[in-house]
């Protein structure tokens, strides 16, 4: 077997053994956030902040959603990254938006957090923050969940069905995921461009 087919087989596993009652528990709660019009902050680090800063544009535009992503202010990431030390850097920025109860963060990450291996260490920061004031937090992560899976209120774990592709295959379906839940009919407002055309 080639690697593009056995990539695509892998991808076909993934789909068959991912937990969708999770997911529709994500988007039960992403809809009572915009009826409690809450805030949505979405935290990534690498490939899973460019997900981040996708996931923003979707929710805001198609779910109705007022959502942010860390991440997309280069200037006041690297500025508290210099001044404060990086693991910290999305808690501070959380407490200079004023996260409440009312708010909700959503994690995109292949680990999911692991402070002992200081391995996104300030997705575990913001994590414990944001249940420090009560927000609530959902992810969306790959191997055991880490840090994220055992704090969140609902997370889907991206099943591993081959340890040399885990980060690829996590990356990906974070994308399949953010679509799924922008496209979700308990959450979709606004229609899609290309739905949309005659």
Do not use: C
């Amino acid at each position: 077997m080639n690697y593009s087919k056995q990539f695509l087989q892998e991808t076909k596993e993934i789909i068959n053994q991912i937990d969708s009652s999770s997911i529709e528990q994500m988007a039960q709660m992403l809809s009572q956030l915009r009826e409690a019009e809450g805030r949505l902050f979405i935290l990534g680090v690498g490939g899973s902040a460019a997900t981040a800063s996708h996931a923003v544009n979707d929710f805001r535009k198609i779910t109705g959603i007022e959502a942010y992503a860390p991440t997309d202010n280069v200037a006041e990431l690297t500025a508290r990254t210099n001044d404060e030390g990086w693991s910290s850097v999305f808690r501070s920025w959380l407490e200079g938006s004023y996260l409440n109860k009312k708010d909700m963060i959503l994690v995109f990450s292949v680990g999911g957090g692991n402070i002992k291996k200081n391995i996104s260490a300030n997705l575990v920061h913001a994590l414990q923050y944001a249940k420090e004031v009560g927000a609530k937090t959902i992810g969306v992560v790959g191997r055991d969940g880490g840090f994220t899976a055992k704090v969140a209120d609902a997370y889907v774990i991206i099943p591993t069905v081959n340890q040399e592709n885990i980060t690829p295959h996590t990356e990906a379906f974070h994308g399949i995921i953010l679509h799924l839940l922008s496209s979700h009919p308990l959450l979709k407002i606004n229609p899609t461009k290309w739905e949309s055309e005659k």
